[in-house]
């Protein structure tokens, strides 16, 4: 399919990766970034992706009596434990104690993951405990230290600088890597924060006392270092690429953007894949496959909710990571007015430890679990249970507050499976989603920055809302009413987003000089 390059190493760097084992991921980068390790193992791509081992992973939940959920740690599976092969314990420097490293390395292919585990003392190793999870701007900044000073000592051991292709920073906290290796040409940023918010930054004196720069601001945005040490700096959809031009006008000469992707094999489920493969897939078969997937989905959703069926029912599902800018509250208002309807809604996702509106809307997912018939809602939501859920339902709900989701692919993972979405226009969404044609789309293209608890944007919510609650219940009737109007749409939503979405696309874009297409 390929021709790739087996001299040259293409190495990324992550906060976080999903793999199909073990807790090492807490949401859309560490998917992307398992996406990506998958499917360059697939092609031959001498592909390294480096990140922290986190022993407790991210995060489980238990709700109490009054059903408030409680956070609790991940114990890795004994699977993935078992699958990690050691590599020489090594040292760093940190804060003037020595820190003990041991790699643990997962392959597959020409692809491998080295999981960095801090071995000792036990006040370094507490800090890399779980993703995304600490005590303060004095424990992250420590954890992300040991991140960038950890792949600095593991590449200057093991890989040679000729043989290095590109190194890929994955998001802002792994900038800090060039102040520890400096191999100028060699880096790249990727950016996967949209908007002025959620771009990180750490006190001057922190960054003096470990690295020993002196800079201007008293507060250092990581973005920043990023785009000044990156010979070039990625968006992740063109919508991020002209969002990201107004906020860092000054690097608009390093910027541009490639738009992410899924791992189909990954992804499409094993028959609707088979079926398009074969070139025997129609409408009339893609109705008797998704009818199959949602016997499937069914049976998995009884494991929540014993008594719930989906036969004759429009199976809606909101999933993704709890927090206020991906909206939640509209998937709550439609699930309980829309509660007479024949529409079943799957709820799913975690929040943030230390979100707390994000707990509340766990709080609330799970009230209308309990309370009414129409409600699912699955709250240890991972891989696994995403895979069954975007490939056997029936509609996807991407409802990002426009200008604030760099990417999204949710909705490429429902499309690949013959599920078209209704779609907030943010992210890639549009690039990808024709109105009535292979989906949905709903309320502004907003580009500037808009305070989220602001007057303006709940002004904007509760029209957007309206148009939205309209669409679906457009969408419920073409479903009942006229089903082959439906599946038409279904079916021109795998057929166009399969090989724009594909992981592959987005390799070849990354890594032109090691992957080219045959000539024929």
């Not at 002004?459 to 006229?482: C, G, T």
């Not at 439906?486 to 992981?503: E, K, N, P, Q, T």
Request: hydrophobic share 40%.
């Amino acid at each position: 399919m390929f021709i790739v390059s087996d001299d040259q190493y293409a190495i990324s760097i992550t906060p976080d990766l999903a793999l199909d084992t073990g807790y090492t991921y807490a949401g859309g980068l560490g998917v992307l970034e398992g996406d990506k390790f998958y499917a360059a193992a697939k092609i031959g791509i001498k592909y390294i992706v480096m990140t922290l081992f986190y022993k407790s992973g991210y995060v489980e939940y238990e709700f109490d009596s009054s059903g408030i959920p409680r956070p609790k740690p991940q114990q890795q599976p004994e699977e993935f434990i078992k699958s990690l092969t050691h590599e020489d314990v090594f040292k760093i420097s940190l804060s003037g104690f020595d820190i003990e490293i041991e790699p643990l390395v997962y392959r597959n292919n020409s692809a491998k993951a080295i999981f960095f585990n801090v071995i000792s003392p036990e006040w370094a190793s507490k800090l890399c405990e779980r993703i995304y999870i600490e005590n303060g701007v004095e424990e992250k900044f420590y954890k992300y230290t040991i991140l960038a000073k950890a792949v600095a000592e593991y590449i200057r051991r093991s890989i040679r600088l000729e043989d290095i292709a590109y190194i890929d920073l994955q998001e802002a906290y792994t900038a800090l890597l060039p102040l520890q290796l400096k191999i100028p040409g060699k880096y790249r940023l990727i950016i996967h924060t949209a908007g002025i918010w959620g771009h990180p930054s750490f006190p001057r004196e922190l960054l003096t006392k470990e690295y020993g720069y002196k800079f201007i601001e008293p507060e250092v945005f990581l973005t920043e270092i990023g785009l000044a040490t990156a010979q070039q700096a990625f968006a992740v959809s063109a919508k991020h690429y002209d969002v990201i031009l107004k906020i860092f006008p000054h690097f608009s000469g390093k910027i541009c953007y490639i738009t992410n992707g899924v791992n189909v094999e990954r992804w499409m489920k094993e028959n609707i894949r088979n079926a398009y493969e074969s070139l025997g897939l129609t409408i009339d078969s893609l109705v008797k496959l998704k009818e199959k997937n949602k016997e499937e989905l069914e049976k998995f959703l009884q494991n929540y909710k014993k008594d719930v069926t989906l036969e004759g029912k429009l199976v809606v599902v909101w999933a993704r990571r709890i927090t206020e800018y991906k909206r939640p509250w509209m998937a709550i208002r439609l699930a309980r007015e829309l509660k007479d309807m024949p529409i079943v809604f799957i709820l799913g996702g975690k929040a943030h430890p230390n979100d707390h509106i994000g707990l509340e809307y766990m709080k609330l997912f799970r009230k209308l679990h309990n309370e009414l018939n129409n409600v699912v809602f699955i709250h240890d939501y991972d891989v696994a249970k995403a895979r069954i859920i975007l490939s056997s339902s029936d509609l996807l709900l991407f409802t990002p507050f426009s200008g604030l989701e760099s990417c999204g692919t949710s909705y490429m993972k429902a499309a690949i499976n013959a599920i078209p979405s209704i779609a907030s226009r943010d992210g890639a969404a549009l690039e990808f989603i024709v109105h009535n044609v292979n989906g949905w789309l709903f309320g502004e293209d907003i580009r500037e920055p808009i305070e989220i608890y602001s007057q303006r944007a709940s002004e904007i919510n509760e029209r957007e809302y309206a148009e939205l609650k309209e669409i679906l219940v457009r969408v419920y009737r073409i479903f009942s009413e006229e089903p082959e109007r439906y599946y038409a749409v279904s079916l021109s939503a795998l057929r166009s987003f399969i090989a724009r979405a594909s992981m592959y696309r987005m390799l070849r874009e990354y890594y032109p000089e090691l992957i080219k297409l045959p000539i024929i």
